[in-house]
């Protein structure tokens, strides 16, 4: 078989095209590499972040630490009682009694027998429970009277009275017989006391102490600014009935202790939102917090040092950042698209994952360098 003769110039010629060609491509391979990158785009789950924790009032902000509450801490004591009725009531007709006051116009003293009888304007009689005896001239004396009779009828109200049966008409006509205030007992109510009567009489009590005590609490901090959380404690507490007992009415005696907090709601959100920070773990970011959420309620006070502490709770919204562990480039290096999705997917903090090639379609991996590799969050 006849051989091919290469002369030496075309084989430096074919080995400086094959050497141009490599380069051209090595170039080419250069240049797309240089520009190789991917980017991993992640939509995070937003998670709630809840936080229980304390901040300390005093009226001499400590300028060490900003977590310190600037405000005002007061005092109020209240005490007062109550009487109320029990809910249970019974009615029974007994005799009514009071007062008739008795004038002599006469120049001779009275002595009247005990059961003498006064007649009302309507012939209701009352009879004296004692004897009477009126100085004359002028002289005045208070009769002690019953009803003749029981029933509600001879609760009556102050009237004139005559004496029935006194003959001398001139001896009449100079007695003044008059009552100022109402015959009472006619029919009479008895109820029988609950615990739920003393306790709701203690109840309305103390509500108007502490709304007393509020005011008291408002007019001594005197800032339309301030919000004021108020811890209140009875002192002491009495009942002079008991349960069972069977009485018309019946008293209830309090003392209360309001101890109050003062501060702007501005700075408490300042620093709720601070600890709320605080809270969240490495690797994640607070996105938003929900002012609304914010609750607090006074633990304690310090009247003496002007100390106060407050436990609050408060609401947000957190979710991951480039800082968290798992995504760490060196996972990621030389995985296909779908070993990045397989493995990104078992995290529940992420909701939705998109990789991008560049160039596209031209490479099918991650690139080995991890600053070709980008992760962006959006949020």
Not at 86 to 99: I, K, L, N, R
Not at 115 to 131: K, M
Not at 306 to 330: H, P, V
Not at 347 to 353: H, Q
């Amino acid at each position: 078989m006849p051989q091919t003769y290469i002369s030496p110039h075309n084989k430096i010629g074919y080995l400086f095209l094959s050497l141009t060609v490599l380069f051209i491509v090595n170039f080419i391979f250069g240049v797309f590499g240089s520009f190789y990158g991917a980017q991993i785009i992640i939509t995070p789950e937003t998670e709630e972040i809840s936080i229980n924790s304390s901040i300390k009032i005093s009226e001499e902000k400590n300028t060490s630490t900003d977590l310190i509450l600037k405000g005002k801490i007061v005092e109020n004591i209240q005490t007062g009682e109550k009487k109320s009725f029990p809910q249970a009531t019974v009615s029974a007709e007994d005799y009514a009694e009071g007062e008739i006051i008795l004038k002599n116009n006469n120049s001779s003293a009275l002595n009247f027998v005990a059961s003498t009888r006064f007649a009302s304007p309507e012939g209701l009689i009352f009879r004296a429970v004692n004897r009477i005896y009126v100085a004359p001239k002028g002289g005045e004396t208070t009769v002690l009277v019953k009803a003749e009779k029981m029933g509600a009828e001879y609760d009556i109200g102050p009237a004139q009275f005559t004496i029935p049966n006194l003959k001398d008409s001139a001896l009449k006509d100079n007695i003044i017989a008059e009552s100022k205030k109402p015959m009472t007992g006619g029919l009479k109510k008895t109820g029988i006391i609950m615990q739920s009567d003393i306790d709701q009489a203690k109840k309305e009590l103390k509500e108007t102490l502490y709304q007393k005590g509020l005011t008291e609490i408002e007019k001594e901090i005197n800032s339309a600014d301030f919000k004021i959380v108020i811890q209140s404690n009875i002192l002491e507490e009495k009942s002079d009935a008991l349960a069972g007992e069977e009485k018309i009415e019946f008293t209830v005696q309090e003392k209360i202790k309001i101890g109050a907090a003062a501060f702007k709601e501005n700075d408490i959100s300042k620093i709720a939102v601070e600890i709320l920070k605080n809270n969240v773990p490495q690797g994640k970011t607070l996105i938003a917090y929900e002012i609304k959420s914010l609750n607090y309620r006074l633990i304690e006070y310090d009247l003496e040092n002007k100390t106060a502490l407050l436990e609050i709770q408060f609401r947000g919204y957190m979710s991951i950042n480039n800082q968290y562990e798992f995504l760490e480039k060196t996972r990621f290096r030389g995985l296909t698209k779908q070993e990045v999705e397989n493995y990104l997917n078992e995290f529940s903090e992420i909701k939705e994952i998109k990789i991008k090639f560049w160039p596209p379609l031209l490479f099918k991996t991650m690139p080995q360098s991890i600053d070709k590799i980008k992760i962006k969050i959006n949020i």
